[in-house]
């Protein structure tokens, strides 16, 4: 008998197209939602397991799309060899600059992501690795470019770059420059009989014989017969084989680098006719052979078998390893075979395997089943490096003990997390360093299963929101996640929830918010920092994310604060011509409030506050300016900023601040304001 909804009330009814397209909707951030409370129990595992942090570090240094507000918020923690190779940051001249000192600038010299310009050559002249520079093929190359740099490159490397614009005009010019050995191997010179024959005397033979973009011709090979090299043109795939190229120089080649050139017309009419001159050993390798059942049985006492398995043309089956298993080489077959791979194939020869070999195979159809059916038998240290297997965090939790963190795959699923769960890792190895907070969360992942429920209430506020009541704790996680960790006012707070689960998350924000306004662990701190509900009910989301998109960067940040800094000065000189410039006259305390409900203010709009406190308070600390200060508030960072300039000098009077004008950036005037440079 089947269930009607009324004997099973949790049956999901579908009435109608509408109530499909809301249930799928539901469905899709209830995936999302719970990916992301996953992902909140693992970011523990990551910030405090040693290698799997070290792993982490490297993995999203070199690969990670960080914004620059993270670099310096997280400046002690990064691998700056790996940041130096990271191809996805927003590269800048003034980034560029203000990390002058961090760079690795051999590795950043080879990175093809930044703004190449000559201006941005001439402007770290002195930093750049030139070696590397000269190999660079990102480089606006030009004739004047060169000509510019002419005594800083390194002319082998750039006789090898095969993205100069290169012409016989070009070639001419700087004969005496070029390094012919590497010239010789360059496939993007404009080859021709002409050039070739004007520079004869200058070719390396050795790397000529094997460029394959030469215009090759039998009148080539013959007109400079004496100087090639044939042992290295016997691999040259770029000649026009055929078996009269071949009976021509019989006794010039060498037959075993011809036995490996895959561009030969090989037929087996070829292979017989000159079958005692071919090396049967690299033929046995050669996926270009007319590879068939027959053929291996046809040559089978002839052929290499360990060299056989290593070849991705030989058509494998089961049966085919059946009939030659006492002639395989299992090492190479396992590694690189292009068997019909299944995991019923793995099964069958399991005693047969090399398994260190085997776990290496990226051929192989993997699944964590696979993975876990013989666990004891894989070489873990293979397995980590072997970017085929299915990774995700799931994976990688599983078997935390045993893989090798060194190797990247294993943390390849980070470049899939949102900036978010980033920070909170990074956030999390500061503490463990004593350089944060209490890492303990009010909405912290276990309390999606571990927090007690009220029910009634969850339903109640699930049937306003249009959300099923089951994924409501998920949704109230989420937002008290977001709001906990700094975007409190409603504007940042909706950015973080799309950034996280999608638009689709758009109709529910306003009621999520509100449920974690009114939620038992919601401290009152964080309520004094949430906006109003009504200003939240009247709220347009839109124009809000809209208002919200130019905030994103501390740099914003600091040039809005030179602006404030600037009425400041203008507000405290107008003082000051009032109030004459005497022990008895405006404190530094006065001086500094409106500054400080400014900065406050300012805070407030910024999508991600604590990061942008975050950073300002690494400036102020590595400074040795300023003690700790709380990040977790605008308001609490403001009156610990000016509690802390009041220690320099707390009875001082005040008279205007230094013209901002005078400072070349926002930075020298925040960190001059810091230092106690006001004139008494």
């Given at each position: 008998?089947?269930?009607?909804?009324?004997?099973?009330?949790?049956?999901?009814?579908?009435?109608?197209?509408?109530?499909?397209?809301?249930?799928?909707?539901?469905?899709?951030?209830?995936?999302?939602?719970?990916?992301?409370?996953?992902?909140?129990?693992?970011?523990?595992?990551?910030?405090?397991?040693?290698?799997?942090?070290?792993?982490?570090?490297?993995?999203?240094?070199?690969?990670?799309?960080?914004?620059?507000?993270?670099?310096?918020?997280?400046?002690?923690?990064?691998?700056?060899?790996?940041?130096?190779?990271?191809?996805?940051?927003?590269?800048?001249?003034?980034?560029?600059?203000?990390?002058?000192?961090?760079?690795?600038?051999?590795?950043?010299?080879?990175?093809?992501?930044?703004?190449?310009?000559?201006?941005?050559?001439?402007?770290?002249?002195?930093?750049?690795?030139?070696?590397?520079?000269?190999?660079?093929?990102?480089?606006?190359?030009?004739?004047?470019?060169?000509?510019?740099?002419?005594?800083?490159?390194?002319?082998?490397?750039?006789?090898?770059?095969?993205?100069?614009?290169?012409?016989?005009?070009?070639?001419?010019?700087?004969?005496?420059?070029?390094?012919?050995?590497?010239?010789?191997?360059?496939?993007?010179?404009?080859?021709?009989?002409?050039?070739?024959?004007?520079?004869?005397?200058?070719?390396?033979?050795?790397?000529?014989?094997?460029?394959?973009?030469?215009?090759?011709?039998?009148?080539?090979?013959?007109?400079?017969?004496?100087?090639?090299?044939?042992?290295?043109?016997?691999?040259?795939?770029?000649?026009?084989?055929?078996?009269?190229?071949?009976?021509?120089?019989?006794?010039?080649?060498?037959?075993?680098?011809?036995?490996?050139?895959?561009?030969?017309?090989?037929?087996?009419?070829?292979?017989?006719?000159?079958?005692?001159?071919?090396?049967?050993?690299?033929?046995?390798?050669?996926?270009?052979?007319?590879?068939?059942?027959?053929?291996?049985?046809?040559?089978?006492?002839?052929?290499?078998?360990?060299?056989?398995?290593?070849?991705?043309?030989?058509?494998?089956?089961?049966?085919?390893?059946?009939?030659?298993?006492?002639?395989?080489?299992?090492?190479?077959?396992?590694?690189?075979?292009?068997?019909?791979?299944?995991?019923?194939?793995?099964?069958?020869?399991?005693?047969?395997?090399?398994?260190?070999?085997?776990?290496?195979?990226?051929?192989?159809?993997?699944?964590?089943?696979?993975?876990?059916?013989?666990?004891?038998?894989?070489?873990?240290?293979?397995?980590?490096?072997?970017?085929?297997?299915?990774?995700?965090?799931?994976?990688?939790?599983?078997?935390?003990?045993?893989?090798?963190?060194?190797?990247?795959?294993?943390?390849?699923?980070?470049?899939?997390?949102?900036?978010?769960?980033?920070?909170?890792?990074?956030?999390?190895?500061?503490?463990?360093l004593g350089r944060g907070s209490n890492p303990r969360r009010a909405f912290c992942a276990a309390d999606v299963v571990d927090h007690p429920k009220d029910e009634q209430h969850h339903e109640n506020l699930a049937q306003s929101a249009g959300l099923d009541p089951a994924l409501m704790e998920a949704g109230i996680y989420l937002a008290g996640f977001h709001i906990e960790t700094?975007?409190?006012?409603?504007?940042?707070?909706?950015?973080?929830?799309?950034?996280?689960?999608?638009?689709?998350?758009?109709?529910?924000?306003?009621?999520?918010?509100?449920?974690?306004?009114?939620?038992?662990?919601?401290?009152?701190?964080?309520?004094?920092?949430?906006?109003?509900?009504?200003?939240?009910?009247?709220?347009?989301?839109?124009?809000?994310?809209?208002?919200?998109?130019?905030?994103?960067?501390?740099?914003?940040?600091?040039?809005?604060?030179?602006?404030?800094?600037?009425?400041?000065?203008?507000?405290?000189?107008?003082?000051?011509?009032?109030?004459?410039?005497?022990?008895?006259?405006?404190?530094?305390r006065d001086a500094l409030r409106p500054f400080m409900d400014k900065l406050e203010d300012l805070l407030r709009q910024e999508d991600d506050p604590p990061a942008t406190m975050r950073w300002l308070e690494t400036c102020f600390y590595d400074e040795g300016l300023v003690g700790e200060m709380r990040t977790d508030d605008p308001m609490a960072f403001a009156i610990d900023l000016?509690?802390?300039?009041?220690?320099?000098?707390?009875?001082?009077?005040?008279?205007?601040?230094?013209?901002?004008?005078?400072?070349?950036?926002?930075?020298?005037?925040?960190?001059?304001?810091?230092?106690?440079?006001?004139?008494?």
């Open positions: 008998m089947s269930e009607t909804p009324e004997s099973n009330p949790g049956t999901l009814v579908v009435s109608s197209p509408k109530a499909l397209a809301i249930a799928n909707r539901q469905l899709r951030i209830a995936g999302q939602a719970l990916a992301r409370i996953g992902r909140e129990r693992y970011i523990e595992f990551f910030a405090t397991h040693p290698q799997a942090s070290k792993a982490f570090i490297a993995e999203v240094s070199h690969n990670y799309p960080l914004t620059e507000s993270m670099i310096t918020c997280y400046s002690g923690l990064w691998d700056w060899n790996s940041l130096s190779w990271n191809r996805r940051l927003s590269w800048t001249v003034a980034f560029i600059d203000r990390y002058s000192e961090r760079w690795k600038w051999g590795a950043l010299s080879q990175n093809q992501a930044l703004p190449w310009s000559e201006s941005l050559l001439s402007r770290f002249a002195a930093s750049w690795d030139w070696r590397s520079i000269s190999r660079n093929e990102a480089l606006p190359w030009s004739d004047a470019l060169l000509e510019r740099f002419i005594t800083r490159w390194d002319w082998g490397f750039l006789s090898s770059n095969e993205a100069l614009p290169w012409t016989d005009a070009l070639i001419d010019r700087y004969a005496d420059r070029w390094v012919w050995s590497s010239l010789s191997g360059n496939t993007a010179l404009p080859w021709s009989d002409a050039l070739f024959d004007r520079y004869a005397g200058s070719w390396n033979w050795s790397n000529i014989s094997l460029n394959e973009a030469l215009p090759w011709s039998e009148g080539l090979i013959d007109r400079y017969a004496d100087s090639w090299n044939w042992y290295v043109l016997s691999l040259n795939k770029g000649l026009p084989w055929n078996e009269s190229l071949l009976d021509r120089y019989i006794n010039r080649w060498h037959w075993g680098r011809l036995s490996f050139n895959s561009a030969l017309p090989w037929t087996d009419a070829l292979i017989d006719r000159y079958a005692n001159l071919w090396n049967w050993s690299y033929l046995s390798g050669n996926s270009a052979l007319p590879w068939s059942e027959a053929f291996l049985e046809r040559y089978a006492e002839r052929l290499d078998w360990c060299r056989i398995e290593d070849n991705v043309a030989v058509p494998w089956t089961q049966a085919l390893i059946d009939r030659y298993v006492d002639s395989l080489c299992w090492g190479f077959l396992s590694f690189k075979g292009n068997l019909p791979w299944s995991e019923a194939l793995i099964d069958h020869n399991c005693d047969s395997w090399e398994w260190e070999y085997l776990s290496a195979n990226e051929a192989i159809p993997w699944t964590e089943a696979l993975i876990d059916r013989y666990a004891d038998r894989w070489d873990w240290e293979q397995l980590s490096s072997n970017s085929a297997l299915p990774w995700s965090e799931a994976l990688v939790k599983t078997y935390v003990d045993r893989w090798s963190w060194e190797y990247g795959p294993v943390t390849t699923f980070l470049l899939q997390w949102p900036e978010a769960s980033i920070r909170a890792v990074m956030d999390l190895m500061l503490q463990k700094g975007a409190r006012a409603f504007a940042a707070y909706c950015k973080a929830m799309i950034d996280d689960l999608g638009d689709d998350i758009k109709p529910h924000l306003k009621q999520l918010y509100a449920a974690v306004r009114f939620d038992p662990r919601t401290t009152e701190d964080m309520q004094k920092c949430m906006d109003s509900m009504a200003s939240v009910e009247d709220a347009d989301v839109e124009n809000l994310l809209s208002r919200t998109s130019d905030m994103d960067d501390p740099t914003t940040v600091l040039r809005e604060m030179e602006r404030l800094c600037s009425e400041f000065a203008q507000a405290e000189a107008t003082a000051a011509a009032s109030v004459p410039a005497r022990p008895d006259g405006i404190t530094r000016m509690e802390n300039l009041l220690e320099k000098d707390p009875d001082s009077y005040i008279v205007p601040l230094q013209d901002p004008r005078t400072f070349e950036n926002a930075e020298e005037l925040v960190l001059a304001m810091l230092k106690g440079t006001w004139d008494h």
